[in-house]
């Protein structure tokens, strides 16, 4: 091999499979190594370091081959300062810019290591070089001025170990599984919030209006009213939804209690919306009487906080329903960069939890609950490490969480 | 039209639909109709009558759409006898004979309109000339010498009229849905069991692995041995994991309390079949005390009858599963005649539940439940007009259900 | 019965089941009927006609049952004049404002039936006095000083008749079925493509990002450039994976002509955005020679007008995408109101599907194509009479689409 | 730790995964490790090689670990010969047996490393003494007096590396993804078929009912007739549907030219089975000219094997039929012991796939392609390394795999 570089792994490197995809990666990218230093902690407390020489035959495929090192938590010995450049137009990031990933991430940057704040995936890397601070920022937000990291030189990723101790999210190991037992399943969910909230950490919901058709409405505003859940996250339907059950009894017309559609219930729909609008907003509507429970009203009467954000299949939408898109996912982020936020509860939808994902740093951990195994399988693949998912019916999954919260509250 | 015949509807031959599938088929077929006498039942209680002249172009098209009316429920004015045809050799059937649907059938036969007992789908009509019965028979058991009924002449089936009182049933109108409130629509299939229990009717349980895999192993139990269930038709995988679950704790060497796998787990599924092996049967191994829970142990307690059917992905199988799958089919069939049979509940079983259906009279109602929303309609599809479907998980649907069963029970 | 009002039903009321939906409706609303006359048609061309009175215990009873009635074709005797209201505030409709169907409707109206303009389903209509016209408008769209219809009186439906002639879409019968001949069904789709454009019709394609993903953006790409797709609806992702296979040859990192993942692909995606970005436009790319093929490349050079509409999972987005889902609503209806419109191709996403169908009336034509059998299911759950569902994978359904155009293009 | 061994690995254990696979086990059973000695293979075609003493705190749990430990291929240094034990009875086996994987394995017996044969999951190994050979056997086919290994010292697997060279095997690597590109995956799956061909493998097709209600049956017809598939697996329904295809050219009754559904069509699939009940065979109905073309009939006149076997949910079935499905097992392992079968295709059956995976060595490449994606899911969880998944239309795949081997027979 007529190129090469060296690299530093450490850490648990074997078990969490850092290795081996290092291995996979030379192996892919037809490169090649040679293993100058290693030693496998003896124990399997102990972290293990290798260093290893990575050739290959050109200085491009090199480069490649080490910028994809890179992303599994490579150091580059000898490692240069970051690149970076200077955007000219607004939205227009320079040639090269270097695209994040969701994990902890380190720029070398004026001889020191600095932290990127507000992790996200497929974002840019800005530097404030008067603070020596970093951040993410999204491409549609860049302005004339900011300064940018380009290439991949000089940045190191924290890629996540898979840790030791065995919680839920540790043994499923990023599984979907139907063949789980579903009960026993929620119940470590539920001793996982418990605990969540006993560290001080705070929990959201990302929800899709499912929840309230399949009769879930009840157990959520509970979950809310009872603080289990600290943030909404949802779209215009499932707050129609919810606010038509209050209002009518429905939801899109049927009766939650009997299953059954009610008379010219497929009105209640739009004139909810219409009652909304003309209170001018959720928050005025629950002022005002007109809403007297459900998942929005424990949202107001609790402070939870709430986003909706818009799609082109709403109608209406009400009046507190985000409709430019960038300014949902702006109104999103706020929350997720919260440093206490510590799990994502992703129930029923697609879209909105494709989104929030998009958004979250690798640390929160998430679980997935759709009774579409595709959707679970996709939301799973988005690089987040400690997500469980669960093919299961909204519908009876949230009444059992409810339950299972208070019984294991009960036990302690 | 050259050639026509007279038929005649009664009953609730419009809100069933009859008459608007007599159009279809006459539209479908080229075929005309002359509508001679009408009576549309003036009250909603009152049945409605009529009297068509079928035409046709030629004398071919004209049997054939009267062949299809008649599976409708049309009755042809001046109908003749069946034409019936002797068996020469075993299994092999006369040119042209009849094949069944799985409702109310009778045929005309010496002048008298004899009931056919045993109705399934896709059967023979034997004839006994003696007694002057009939019963329906599969190909595969004809013998030589049965007189089997030939061509559509004389026969003439009562198609099911849509009931006007709305019970669960009747509303969810054959449809399967995600989008109903999940614990409702538990409490309604509730409802309806504690009815026909009441009724001194039967309800059967065909049940697939997952119903252990997903941990609802205790809820079945409970209803077997609260006498929910009257019956289980079931493979060897259910047996197999159920008595897994009770002699290792675990199914598929997963332990059902924690959701994780446990040491050496892989190899108590076939340990448990050489248990039972060892035991001679799953009685024996009640017996003996080795088996002291679970579904299996309950059937065995309360003389539930079971019928364990084998499949080709069967390991071992137990001593109880029926190899042959012919012979499966017959025992199954023992207990599908029986008319008390009210209720089949098919929960996570493809290939099970299309063996009960093909079975089933279409007076049985079904339930169907899946996590795969393909399977519910598929199972939907197979002709019972009495049955509903539910896209959920078994593993909180059966717990669900039974506490549902005894909140109704206290309620009374 | 205490309140009894006359209806009349005419046309093909029995074998398109409209009679049979009334007489379920009465049941339903436990009201009662009266059948005063009823002449069925003779001959399997001629209309059928039936008045009847309808009755109920209370006013409102009757009322609402008649107004359900009403939706499914009948028109009552002695019909009264459309109430009308004003609307004092925008957006904020007047209580118990009439809501549309997507079928072709007509209002009373100073002594007139006026017919619907750019009818939709959950809609207004709001009333020209001057000029005697109406039109369909959404909520969001009322103005201070609209005139709005109220309550049910004095408006017709005219619920789709199943015609007779059996094309593609008659004999699918709003079936979803994975059972069927996939490339026969193809090839019937196809002619009546071609059927469409002899009848000087459009067609219009909304499409997901899988049609990228699967490979099958040349085939899309042909059918543009041929003149077999008019418009396009689609969102960021599809245009963005498609640009990024016209400048990387990769769609989402992966490469489409060898399915494998590319170095440093992950990054294609965000470098695509960000070249269009530079370009200022989808147009300007093309013009500028940065993009030379594909889907986008094709509708520009042809003149085909597409529309991106936003979602809160954009990255980016595209200068072209809008942003705010109402007005990216907006923007579809515009071409959707076009009366030439006769055929959607929905593939491979529900949302845009979804979107896309709540803006159609009933007489556009709809094919719904999707891998996941719940999403073609709740396509064809909406309201459109001619739809037909194919479980399939777009990747081989499209180019087989195209295939089959050419086929039949030669034959004729 | 107070008990412990050593063990050894050798080959490329990083890489593959396998280190990584021990140390996880270590962590689950809280275990400890020491690396006594460790050589990563400095290039990447060099093995590495590593040598551990593993500990645990008390004999049994050291004994599971080092158990667990050998299924992924570790080596126990000082390793004592295989223990075995004596049947008594038939179909019980001694307790303690050791139950296979589907890896090569060989037994230390007699101070040598006997290779196991006909390796399958789930079964004995049956040692003869006498010749010094040993092979796999199911539990049900235990006889008194056959010598079977207890406990899993001695017993050696050799855990699937994953190789470097990337065929589609490889780059997919278990992966079942509807984001790949179709058209380029079909024409990678057919470039191994004809690489298999070359190399005088064969390739076999299980294959469901769907195949031919999709319309594929013409495709794998030709595939039979050119000698592509060289062994079929199927079910009564995929034969009976095949040979009504071709008698009555409808499948179930629809006609797969027009797909729709012909008169007294209901009845072609009973007539069909009759038909061949009375012929005595599907060889008998193609000799007698009964059965001219399909998929059935080319197997006949290419002398292609198939086994049909059994379900509980057949009609009739066919005389080819085997009813008993432990026979029917034996019927398909007979093939499957074949050295030269080199690649399954699964398609569109999930019971018949499952049944032929659980009697496949890990060796043969498998290829799952159904509709429903949790079905291609479970397939690849069985345990074979060298599976791939698609989830796609049958009716398509099929005729463009068929048309891809063309191209690329036509390419050469």
Redesign the interface.
């Known amino acids: 091999m007529k190129f090469s570089r060296e690299i530093e792994l450490r850490g648990h490197i ?4 850092i ?2 995809k290092v ?2 990666l ?4 037809n490169g ?4 100058e230093e ?1 030693s ?5 407390t102990d972290p293990s370091y ?1 260093k290893m020489k990575i050739g290959a035959e050109t200085e491009e495929q090199l480069s ?1 081959l080490i ?2 090192l890179r992303r599994v938590g490579a150091l580059v010995i000898g490692e240069e300062e970051v690149s970076v450049a200077t955007v000219t ?1 607004a ?3 320079p040639e090269g ?1 270097y ?1 994040t990933t969701n994990h902890p991430t380190h720029i070398h940057f004026n001889n020191t290591w600095i932290p990127v704040e507000n992790m996200k995936m ?1 974002a840019l890397i800005v530097v404030d070089k008067k603070h020596m601070t970093a951040k993410c920022l ?3 937000k860049l302005m004339p001025g900011d300064t940018v990291v380009v290439g991949e030189e000089g940045v190191r990723v924290d890629f996540p170990e898979r840790p ?1 101790e ?1 919680g ?1 999210f540790e ?1 499923m190991g990023g599984d ?1 599984s ?9 119940r ?1 969910v539920a001793a996982e919030i418990i605990q969540m909230k006993k560290n001080g950490k705070k929990v959201a919901l990302v929800g899709g209006p ?1 929840i309230i ?4 409405s009840d157990a959520v505003a509970a979950m809310v009213r009872e603080g289990y859940i600290d943030l909404l996250f949802a779209g215009n339907a499932l707050a129609v939804h919810d606010l038509e059950h209050n209002i009518f009894g429905t ?2 017309g ?1 009766n ?5 559609l009610v ?2 219930g ?2 209640h ?2 004139y909810t ?2 009652k909304i ?2 209170a001018g907003s959720i928050y005025a509507a629950v002022q005002s009487g007109l809403v007297t429970r459900g998942i929005m009203y424990e949202c107001i009467k609790n402070d939870t906080p709430f986003v909706l ?9 009400l009046p507190d329903v985000i ?7 702006d109104e ?1 982020r706020k929350y997720i960069v919260d440093p206490d936020l510590g799990m994502m509860l992703m129930v029923a939808t697609l ?2 939890s ?2 929030v994902g ?1 958004l979250l740093p690798s640390h929160v951990k998430t679980i997935c609950v759709d ?4 959707s679970v ?1 996709k939301l799973m693949d988005r690089g987040t490490s400690q997500a469980i998912g669960m ?7 949230l ?2 969480l409810l339950e299972a919260l208070h019984e294991l509250e009960k036990e302690e």
Chains 1, 2, 3, 4 share one sequence.
């Open positions: 074997v078990d969490s499979g290795l081996a291995m996979d030379v192996a892919e990218y090649d190594f040679d293993t290693f496998l902690g003896r124990q399997k290798a490649q910028s994809e137009r939205k227009v990031a810019f695209s497929d999204v491409q549609g030791r065995m839920v043994f979907v139907s063949e789980r037992p579903s009960l026993t399943m929620i470590r499912a058709h399949s009769g879930a939801s899109l049927m939650l209690k009997s299953g059954e008379t010219g497929h009105r729909h739009l919306i219409n609008m003309e954000a818009g799609s082109i299949r709403d109608d209406g939408p409709q430019n898109t960038i300014q949902a996912q999103m879209l909105h494709i989104a998009n009774i579409n195994p595709a399988t093919v299961s019916d909204a519908g009876i999954f009444p059992s």
